[in-house]
Nanobody
């Protein structure tokens, strides 16, 4: 599974952004996808994940109620809608994939063996 994230940018607090994670290969549509982020000088942290079947989702407490993850398998794309952005959301965001047909949601980076280039989100006034 090959992945590419896009949609980042510089926004002000309270603004919204939608990130996209486009996958290539036949197995993307059968892969649980997770978003992780890493701020400068900080550990990588889990943001959200969506199962490949059944529509199950998982969110970090820090983004619950503000971020929404969704997927369009026909387009091989997973989206992360980010609303009410805060300066602490500033980070490099990267999408990851679990092995195909592993439907279980996970917040552990070690469960995601595939990743691609990230996209930078900067929230600043």
């Amino acid at each position: 599974v090959q992945l590419q994230a896009s949609g980042g940018g510089l926004v002000q607090p309270g603004d919204s952004l939608r990130l996209s994670c486009v996958g290539s290969g036949n197995s993307f549509s059968s892969s649980t996808i997770g978003w992780f982020r890493q701020a400068p000088g900080m550990e990588r942290e889990f943001v959200s994940a969506i199962a490949w079947i059944g529509g199950g989702t998982l969110y970090a407490d820090s983004v619950k109620g503000r971020f929404t993850i969704s997927r369009d398998n026909a387009k091989n794309t997973v989206y992360l809608q980010m609303n009410s952005l805060k300066p602490e959301d500033t980070a490099l965001y990267r999408c990851y994939a679990r092995r195909p047909r592993y439907n279980a949601l996970s917040s552990s980076l070690s469960d995601y063996p595939y990743w691609g280039r990230g996209t930078l989100v900067t929230v600043s006034s």
